[in-house]
């Protein structure tokens, strides 16, 4: 079973700034060669937000310029940095070992509420 892990959410002003975090209760994340970051806002689909694969990286047209996935072995860690952040950000926030749906295996994830 996949235990990733997502952390860093939290409340912040529109312009604002998070940096998620996505390590593994279980392993390396360097055993992973994709770890993907997807979303899910209230009322909406979830969708791919960004993703990480053998050094290359993908972005959702709507946070281009604004978001930056990267990845810290030693630290066992994938991040994604947001910066500019806007209300139709708000979202449940998950990270997974892929970079496509469908995927299953949803951890609790972290609340990103964007707000003034």
């Known amino acids: 079973q996949v235990q990733l892990v997502e952390s860093g959410g939290g409340l912040v002003q529109p312009g604002g700034s998070l940096r998620l975090s996505c390590t593994t209760t279980s392993g390396k994340i360097l055993d992973y060669h994709a770890i993907g970051w997807f979303r899910k806002a209230p009322g909406k689909e979830r969708e791919g937000v960004s993703c990480i694969s053998h050094g290359s990286t993908w972005y959702t047209d709507s946070v281009k310029g604004r978001f930056d996935i990267s990845r810290d072995n030693a630290e066992n860690t994938v991040y994604l940095q947001m910066n500019s952040l806007k209300p139709e950000d708000t979202a449940v926030y998950h990270c997974?070992?892929?970079?496509?749906?469908?995927?299953?295996?949803w951890g609790q994830g972290t609340q990103v509420t964007v707000s003034s």
């Open positions: 997974a070992p892929t970079c496509v749906l469908p995927y299953a295996d």
